[in-house]
């Protein structure tokens, strides 16, 4: 096996962890939104019962 092999795996495991963050970011953004969209319907929901 050559020098060149190792730098492919080194980058394949680079794109790996770059992307694996990417995603981690997106799915907790997501989330955050999920959980303020719900916020604001339980908000008006409690509103229209008083």
Do not use: P
Not at 3 to 12: A, N, P, R
Not at 19 to 40: C, G, H, L, M, P
């Amino acid at each position: 096996m050559g020098v060149t092999t190792f730098k492919g795996y080194y980058l394949m495991g680079t794109v790996g962890v770059i992307s694996s963050a990417f995603t981690i970011v997106k799915v907790t953004r997501d989330d955050q939104e999920d959980d303020e969209r719900y916020n604001e319907m339980f908000r008006a929901v409690k509103q229209e019962q008083e």
